[in-house]
């Protein structure tokens, strides 16, 4: 079976073991990692319903036909087209179907004109959100996504190899960032984000990189991420410029055993909830506890922020096939700020590391 196919199937079997009438999501990861569709979000809706029985139905604007035609890998799947005076949420209740009281999942960031359209339609119908049919699906990668997660991962670490040509004290935190955006679309397909942050403003986990001009002393995070293959990267390291403040190598040694913990904790069966404790008891022991103000990390794959949440007292149970990343830090306001992430994949055996840039500060130039 084609994987489309296979993972329509997977979401027709959870549905009708959770007594889920149908899951209708529109544009975005969900319709893409069902179909293949990287559709675009418009006003006008392209809406795919999965019902528990029968094939899958995409209602689509007939100007969007060819491209439904050209990009959606499901042999069985209805078409439903609609013209520019037609009601298309009306159309999609009626494909949605099910008896009153019936219980539809709707994708979780669809538009809320979408949402209350289908929902004025189906006035008798219960409603739940999409993630949870599609979420533990999309959670455990397949081998082919794997390959393009460990593609991305590629990418981005040659571009923290290439920190060093750019970052350097008179530049501005903008002007770096630049540079950076330049370098990640040359081994991706785009930019999704970049964060420099120097000096005190490191404090900030998303800090925007801003006018500030960089100076001999500073410490600069440096995260980034983009996509290629459809797949996401995000990595940090962490560098000095010329030096850095002496207060600031002690905690960093910290960090750097912290990220390890974090990371050797991750195997089949642990829960998310250890991997988050491994890396925040080692900075807690150290007293910096109170500066780790985030969770450890989240899951990535199409979507750079996607489960399973990395988060303190998570129950959350490790499969082979997770992927997320593993990103403790510590900011403390006014002075700097540090992180080390790396994006890491659950496998039978344990953990593979998919970022391979050593994790010590380096110090430019
Ligand atoms: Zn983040
Ligand atoms: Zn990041
Ligand atoms: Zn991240």
């Not at 329509?8 to 073991?17: D, P, S, T």
């Not at 009281?101 to 219960?126: E, K, N, Y």
């Not at 699906?137 to 593609?151: C, H, I, N, S, Y």
């Not at 984000?193 to 960089?214: C, D, K, L, M, Q």
Request: charged residues 25%.
């Amino acid at each position: 079976m084609e994987r489309h196919a296979r993972r329509i199937a997977r979401v027709q079997a959870r549905l009708a073991a959770l007594d889920v009438h149908a899951l209708v999501v529109a544009p975005g990861a969900d319709l893409t990692y069902l179909t293949g569709y990287d559709a675009l979000a418009l006003e006008r809706p392209t809406l795919l319903i999965v019902r528990a029985d029968g094939p899958a139905t995409i209602v689509a604007p007939l100007l969007e036909r060819a491209r439904v035609q050209g990009e959606v890998l499901l042999d069985d799947l209805a078409v439903v087209t609609y013209g520019e005076h037609d009601d298309a949420l009306v159309l999609a209740a009626d494909r949605i179907g099910g008896a009153p009281g019936s219980v539809v999942a709707l994708g979780d960031t669809m538009w809320t004109s979408f949402t209350l359209g289908i929902q004025r339609a189906l006035p008798d119908h219960r409603w739940a959100v999409a993630s949870d049919i599609i979420g533990p699906e999309r959670v455990v990668k397949d081998a082919e996504e794997l390959v393009r997660l460990r593609a991305v991962a590629a990418a981005i670490d040659a571009v923290h190899r290439r920190v060093p040509e750019v970052l350097r004290a008179g530049r501005t935190e903008q002007a770096v960032a630049a540079d950076l955006a330049t370098m990640i679309r040359d081994g991706h397909d785009e930019v999704s984000f970049v964060i420099v942050a120097s000096g005190p403003n490191a404090a900030s986990p998303h800090h925007e990189p801003g006018p500030r001009t960089i100076e001999e002393g500073d410490v600069v995070v440096v995260d980034i991420g983009g996509v290629l293959d459809g797949y996401c990267s995000d990595m940090t390291r962490m560098y000095a410029v010329g030096h850095a403040p002496p207060e600031f190598l002690a905690p960093y040694a910290v960090l750097e055993r912290a990220q390890a913990a974090a990371v050797a904790a991750v195997r089949p069966g642990a829960t998310a909830g250890e991997v988050d404790a491994a890396a925040r008891d080692v900075l807690a022991e150290a007293g910096l506890g109170d500066a780790f103000v985030h969770r450890t990390g989240h899951g990535i794959g199409t979507q750079t922020h996607e489960e399973p949440w990395i988060l303190g007292g998570s129950t959350v149970a490790l499969v082979p096939g997770m992927a997320f990343s593993v990103e403790p830090g510590f900011y403390l306001d006014g002075r700097f700020g540090a992180r080390i992430e790396d994006i890491v994949v659950v496998t039978e055996e344990g953990v593979e590391v998919l970022n391979v840039v050593p994790r010590d500060l380096v110090v430019v130039r």
